[in-house]
C-alpha cells in the first residue's frame, strides 16, 4: 500500500471517527464479557452485532470479501480471521477478537485478546506483551515523522521484552477512514523502508500480531482462518487512531488512549 495514495481527513470526518471507534470499543466490550467457559465462538460474535444494532452502525467486516460474520474470532492456534461458529470455548482458551463498525460512512477498526477461564501464565505474558506492543507503537505514533517509525517501537519493545516471542510479518496495519483498510501499511517490526511522513489528517489501524513459536501461518480451508503451522498459540491487539493538528487520538479506546499513555509522557488530544 506505500503506492497508494493516502486519504488525510478534516476535523469533522475524525469527529465521525471518534463516533465509529466508540461504537468499536462497545461491541468489542460485549463479545469479550461473552467469552466465558461453554459459550461458542457465535455468542460473541452476537453480543458485538447486537451493541452495533443498538447503535444503528454497520458492521464493516460482515460481507467483506464473503467474511460471514460481524467479529472475528481467533482461538488457540488461529492468528487472525476466524470465523464465528459452534466452537465452544474451553477453559484455558485464548481468543483474540477483531471487530469494527461504520457510522456515517467512517470506520473503526479494533482488536484485543482475552483468555477464557484458568490463565496459562505463558498466555498472559504472550498477550501483555503484544498489548504493551501495541501502546508502545502508538506512543511512537505521537512522535514520529515517519510511518515506519511505529514497526521499530513495537519490535523493539518486544526485543526488550525478553524477544521470547515472533512479530508476524506477513499481517500488518492499515490506513483507514471512508473504508476499512487504506495506505499505508503500518508495519509491526523494524524496516529500513520508513513510509511516507506522519500528518495530520493520517489515521492509522495498529495491530501487532505474536506467537508464541515459529513465524510460519497457513490459511485453512474456509479461505479465512490464519493458523500457526506449528500450532503454537498467538494474539492480537489493535487501535484505531487519528493524527491531527494538536496530537493524537486513539479512537477506539474510550478516554483516547489517556491511562495508556501517561506513562509514555503522553497526552492525548481531543480533535477540537
Known sequence: MFGRSI?????????????????TCDALDAAVAAAVVGA????????AAAVLKEAGATSNFLGYYGFP????????????????????????????????????????????????????????????????SLWHGIAALAKASRVGEIGCAIDDYVH???NKFGILEEYVGHGIGSEMHQA????NFRSRNLGPKVKP????????????????TKVLDDDWTVVTSDGSRAAHWEHSVAVHRDGIWVLTAPDGGAAELAPFGITPKPIA
Open 7 to 23: 486519504e488525510y481527513k478534516t476535523a469533522d470526518q475524525m469527529r465521525h471517527m471518534v463516533d465509529a471507534g466508540r461504537v
Open 40 to 47: 461458542t465462538t457465535a455468542d460473541l460474535n452476537e453480543a
Open 69 to 132: 460474520a460481524t467479529v472475528c474470532t481467533s482461538v488457540n492456534d488461529q492468528v487472525v480471521h476466524g470465523i464465528p461458529g459452534s466452537y465452544t470455548l474451553k477453559d484455558g482458551d485464548i481468543v483474540s477478537i477483531d471487530g469494527g463498525a461504520i457510522v456515517h460512512g467512517w470506520h473503526g477498526d479494533s482488536a484485543r485478546t482475552v483468555i477464557v477461564g484458568t490463565k496459562d501464565p505463558a498466555d498472559v505474558e504472550l498477550s501483555d506483551v503484544t498489548r504493551a
Open 160 to 162: 526488550e521484552a525478553g
Open 184 to 187: 499505508p501499511d503500518v508495519v
Open 201 to 216: 489528517g493520517m489515521c492509522l489501524a495498529i495491530e501487532p500480531m505474536l506467537v508464541r513459536g515459529g513465524l510460519e
